[in-house]
């Protein structure tokens, strides 16, 4: 049977986390298709994927923003989720977005750390509430740890291959054009905290609402200073 949802999970070199995301997705309590697209890993990425996902692809070497294209590409069903290769989805999360996208271009919903320190914690608490904010604002601040598009939609309209940052803000702010994109509060996704372990403010209010700005004002961004900045 044809899967009414696809998950697209994005990975490089996550043999450390990437089984329990895949089997998190395997245990739904909605079928969906798992799909990995592998950004050429030299671990066991590949080999602990194939347990599990249902189409696994190798990517162009060209960035984030091109895995997700090629995911949605290849991907069967009429929604595309995505999700991070540390994300460990809960059991119902496919099954709220097939119930909550139905009227929309697109769906997005809060993350959650499933480990790190309670500063951490605290941090992406409120910076949730900081997209809840600007959504309502008319900017949905999309996060492409958890997200899901009509895949019609997504194929029209492509990630941006020459943004490897905000890639997932800048498609959100450019298919509101074309139908309703929803933030939903109880979508919520577990996802590691490695990323914002030692300089959540930092990278948030400086560097992500700093670059989300320069988005909305039409100015460039450059990637290399980008991470260059965060890795100080």
Same mark, same amino acid.
Request: net charge positive; glycine share 6%; proline share 3%.
């Given at each position: 049977?044809?899967?009414?949802?696809?998950?697209?999970?994005?990975?490089?070199?996550?043999?450390?986390?990437?089984?329990?995301?895949?089997?998190?997705?395997?245990?739904?309590?909605?079928?969906?298709?798992?799909?990995?697209?592998?950004?050429?890993?030299? =671990?066991?990425?590949?080999?602990?994927? %194939? $347990?599990?996902?249902?189409? @696994?692809?190798?990517?162009? *070497?060209?960035? &984030?923003?091109?895995?997700?294209?090629?995911?949605?590409?290849?991907?069967?069903?009429?929604?595309?989720?995505?999700? =991070?290769?540390?994300?460990?989805?809960? %059991? $119902?999360?496919?099954?709220? @977005?097939?119930?909550?996208? *139905?009227?929309? &271009?697109?769906?997005?919903?809060?993350?959650?750390?499933?480990?790190?320190?309670?500063?951490?914690?605290?941090?992406?608490?409120?910076?949730?509430?900081?997209?809840?904010?600007?959504?309502?604002?008319?900017?949905?601040?999309?996060?492409?740890?958890?997200?899901?598009?009509?895949?019609?939609?997504?194929?029209?309209?492509?990630?941006?291959?020459?943004?490897?940052?905000?890639?997932?803000?800048?498609?959100?702010?450019?298919?509101?054009?074309?139908?309703?994109?929803?933030?939903?509060?109880?979508?919520?996704?577990?996802?590691?905290?490695?990323?914002?372990?030692?300089?959540?403010?930092?990278?948030?209010?400086?560097?992500?609402?700093?670059?989300?700005?320069?988005?909305?004002?039409?100015?460039?961004?450059?990637?290399?200073?980008?991470?260059?900045?965060?890795?100080?």
């Amino acid at each position: 049977m044809k899967p009414y949802i696809s998950v697209v999970v994005p990975a490089k070199n996550e043999e450390k986390v990437i089984e329990k995301c895949l089997k998190a997705l395997k245990n739904q309590t909605m079928h969906c298709e798992i799909i990995v697209v592998d950004g050429h890993s030299t =671990d066991n990425t590949l080999k602990i994927a %194939k $347990r599990y996902a249902d189409k @696994i692809i190798l990517d162009n *070497k060209k960035g &984030i923003s091109d895995a997700r294209n090629i995911g949605a590409k290849i991907a069967s069903g009429e929604i595309v989720a995505y999700c =991070d290769a540390d994300a460990i989805p809960r %059991k $119902r999360w496919v099954e709220t @977005i097939a119930k909550n996208i *139905k009227n929309s &271009i697109g769906l997005y919903g809060p993350i959650i750390p499933y480990n790190g320190n309670k500063k951490t914690r605290i941090s992406i608490r409120f910076l949730n509430k900081i997209v809840q904010l600007l959504h309502k604002l008319g900017h949905p601040c999309i996060c492409g740890a958890n997200m899901a598009f009509k895949r019609s939609a997504i194929i029209k309209h492509r990630f941006n291959v020459k943004m490897s940052i905000l890639e997932d803000y800048e498609m959100g702010n450019r298919l509101k054009k074309y139908g309703k994109i929803c933030y939903y509060t109880k979508l919520a996704m577990p996802i590691s905290s490695r990323r914002y372990e030692g300089s959540i403010f930092y990278t948030v209010f400086f560097h992500y609402l700093r670059n989300v700005y320069r988005l909305e004002r039409g100015k460039r961004i450059d990637p290399a200073n980008y991470w260059s900045q965060l890795d100080k």
